[in-house]
């Protein structure tokens, strides 16, 4: 599991994992109409299945 610190809110952020307390795609610049702008949101998401090449 990957987790971060929201400092402004001094709250956990779980990245991966099954745990969805918080929504992190709105730390992300994310385009349906451009894949690779969805990168480094899976790399992070998925990060429990080492993950280290994505292709589209």
């Known amino acids: 599991m990957l987790?971060?610190?929201?400092?402004?809110?001094?709250?956990?952020?779980?990245f991966s994992?099954?745990?969805?307390?918080?929504c992190v795609l709105n730390l992300f610049e994310l385009d349906?109409?451009?894949?690779?702008?969805?990168?480094?949101?899976?790399?992070?998401k998925l990060f429990n299945y080492d993950i280290n090449n994505l292709f589209f």
């Open 3 to 14: 987790v971060g610190l929201d400092y402004k809110n001094n709250e956990l952020i779980f």
């Open 32 to 44: 349906l109409n451009t894949p690779n702008t969805f990168t480094k949101y899976l790399k992070i």
């Open 17 to 22: 994992g099954n745990v969805f307390k918080t």
